[in-house]
């Protein structure tokens, strides 16, 4: 089979995480999070998180060389052999670069960049009401995705907070950070021919659909 080695592009708030979740299941592939790798640095109060925490707080972007590195290394891990998918790397054009040339090293590429697409007005709505459970990173929402017990995680019982980023004032710095450096990769990708759109106002199962869609013809495209 070959590999699949896609990105999970969008605003923050357009529902990557829970598409990741379900391609994750879907195709056995591991998981890649760039901000979760970020904060359980800073979580652990690791050199690493004490540098990036004040830029994550602003809503800024965490400088290239601390990124870049970080994300390098996890994707010559043995899981990632076959595929991975990526979510929130690359974030500008130095960072697409960088990881073009890491997995030509490697004598692989990008097999889809997948664009979930998603409003301004929408992503502020979406994430005003977004709770993670301090343990582990499972996402909720309290009007889409409410957990079981207001305020209690159902995997693993822990408190549900929101984070810090999440906050509005945060919320529109990512978007416009979003807008000036992460949306000038789609014409990039374009120009690769492996940039696909999805409509991320659908439903969660509707957009599932359509990725999976998606990722059934380029299969059959490679196997022509
Ligand atoms: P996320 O959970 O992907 O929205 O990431 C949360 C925060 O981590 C971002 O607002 C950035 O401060 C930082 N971050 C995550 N991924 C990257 C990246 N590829 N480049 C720079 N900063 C990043």
């Known amino acids: 089979m070959a590999e699949l080695n896609l990105l999970l592009f969008g605003p923050p708030g357009a529902g990557k995480g829970t598409q990741a979740d379900r391609l994750q299941a879907d195709f056995s ?6 901000g979760d790798m970020l904060r359980a640095n800073v979580k652990d109060g690791t050199e690493l998180g004490q540098q990036a925490k004040q830029y994550m707080d602003a809503g800024d972007l ?3 060389e601390l990124i870049v590195a970080m994300a390098a290394e996890r994707l010559r891990e043995q ?6 998918i990526l979510d929130g790397f690359p974030r500008n054009l130095e960072q ?22 998603v409003s301004d007005d929408e992503v502020v709505r979406r994430i005003s009401g977004r709770r ?10 309290v009007e889409f995705d409410p957990p079981k017990r207001e305020g209690v995680c159902d995997q693993d019982g822990s408190r549900l907070v929101q984070r810090d980023d999440d906050k509005d004032e945060v919320v529109r710095k990512r978007l416009e950070v979003y807008h000036e450096q ?3 990769l789609v014409e990039y ?13 659908r439903s969660p ?4 659909d359509h990725i999976r869609a998606v990722i059934a013809t380029l299969r059959l495209e490679e196997d022509v």
């Not at 899981?79 to 991975?84: I, K, L, P, Q, S």
């Not at 490697?106 to 097999?111: E, S």
């Not at 993670?132 to 929402?141: F, I, P, Q, R």
């Open 29 to 34: 592939l591991p998981f890649i999070s760039t």
């Open 62 to 64: 965490v400088p290239d």
């Open 79 to 84: 899981d990632a052999r076959d595929g991975f």
């Open 96 to 117: 697409a670069k960088a990881l073009d040339e890491q997995l030509s090293e490697l004598r692989r590429h990008v097999t889809a960049a997948l664009l979930i697409d």
């Open 132 to 141: 993670v459970c301090v343990k582990a990173g499972h996402n909720y929402h």
């Open 182 to 184: 992460t949306e000038p």
């Open 189 to 201: 990708y374009d120009e690769q021919g492996v940039m696909r759109r999805i409509d991320g106002t």
């Open 205 to 208: 199962a509707d957009v599932h």
